[in-house]
C-alpha cells in the first residue's frame, strides 16, 4: 500500500483506538521520509512552507544568500545583542533544516544550485518570475527538463498577471488583501487613514498554503508519474482563510464597528475574571440562553412571564451584571460554566501557560531543541499526528553555511570546497 494512503482496517473504515499514538514500535519511518527539499526562499511564508515539510520528515536543504535570510536580522532575538543565529523568526521557521551558502552572482554558483534542485523531490521558493528565469531556474523549463520536479512558489501576486512582479512588504500584503481590516475595525477606527497591521501578520497563511498543495502535487505525482507547478499568491491565501473581520468589512457597505467601551457585554466578549481573562462569543439566541445559564438565571434576563428577553434589548444595560458574575469568580470557573451550557468560550492565556497546560503535555506538541548559541527552547511541531508514523527527531534552526561544504562537494569536482570558496562560489 502507498505511504500516501490511509491506514484502514479490514472494513475500509479508518482505524481508531483510545490507545496513545507514541507507541515507536507500531509507527513506520515520517510520511515524507527520503523526500529531498531545497527551499529559495526567505522570511516566512516560503520557508515555513519548507519547515512544514521538513517536520514530516523531508531532508530540506536551504540555500542562503552571503548575507543571510533576511529573518536572520530580524527582532527580537534570544540573545540580549543581536546576531544571525539567534533571531526568533529565524530560530522558528527554520527548523530541522540545513544550511548551504551560494554567492548566485556567481555564474558556478547558480549552476550548482541547479544541479541540487535537479535532484530534488520539490523546490521552493518565493522569487518572482523574473528573478527565476536569471538563475536558469524558469518553473516551466524546470518543468520540461524535470518532469517529476515539483515546483512550489508562493509570491505575493502570484505567478502570472500583471501584479506578478510588483514589490511588497508584509504590511502592504495583509492591506492588499483585506487581512488588515480587522485591525480597524476591532479598534473602532471608521474614518482617516487605514491602520498598520502587526508584523508579518498572516505571512504563514501562505506557507500553510503552499505546503498543503505540495503535499497535494505528492499525492497527484504519485498517481499520475509528474510534478507539477504549484502557485500561491500570499494574498490570495489570506483572504482564502476567510476571517469574520474580513468577511463582515467587505460585505456590510459600513463602517467598522465600534467596539463597547467596556470589556464585556451583552454579546459577551472579554471578560475578566478574579485571575485573568476570558473570552466568550454569544451572538446567537441559543448561546445568550447558556450564557444567562451559566449565571444562574438571574432575574434580570426575563421578563414578567419568565421569557428569556433578546440579548439586543438588554444591550449594554446587562454588561455590569455580566462582569460582577465573571469578576466574582476564576478564569477557570467561568470556563467550565460556559462550555457545559454551550456558550462558546476560551481562556485568555500566556505563552507559558499554553506551553505547560496538561493538554499540550499529553499531545507532546512542543519540541525542545538544543542549539549551540541559543538556550534551549521549545518549539511548536507540526499540527497533525499520524497512526502509522513516527514524528521526525527535529533539530534546531541550522548556523549558517553549516552543510555548504556537505551538500555542495560532490557537484564540485574537480574543485574541493576551499577551492570553490576562494572562487566566490560558496561561502
Known sequence: MSRWHCVLDC???????SEPLDASDELGPPLLDGLVVVELAEEVAGPFAARLLADAGAETIKIELPQGDASRRMAPFAEPSPHRETSTSWLAYNTSKRSVVLDLENCSARRLLQNLVAQADVFVTDRTPAQLA???????????????????????????GSAAEWPSTALTRAHASGSAAGVRRNLGADTGAPLMAGAKVHEADGGMALALAVWSALIARERFGHGQIVDVASTEAMMNMDRVDISIAHNDGGPPARPPTKGGSAFGGRLECSDGHLIAVTPQSHQWAGLIKSMGDPSWAYDDEGNLVDRLELGEDASDAIEHWAGAHTRDEVFRALQENSAPAGPVLRPSEVMNSEQMQVREFFDRLEHPLVESARYPQF?????????VQRTAAPLFGSSTAEITRPHLEPWSPAQARRAGVIR
Open 383 to 391: 499540527a497533525a499526528r499520524w497512526n502509522g508514523a513516527r514524528r
Open 134 to 160: 536569471q538563475l536558469d531556474l524558469s518553473p516551466d523549463e524546470l518543468r520540461e527538463r524535470y518532469p517529476q520536479l515539483i515546483i512550489a512558489a508562493v509570491t505575493p501576486f502570484g505567478l502570472m
Open 11 to 17: 472494513r475500509g473504515m479508518s482505524s481508531y483506538s
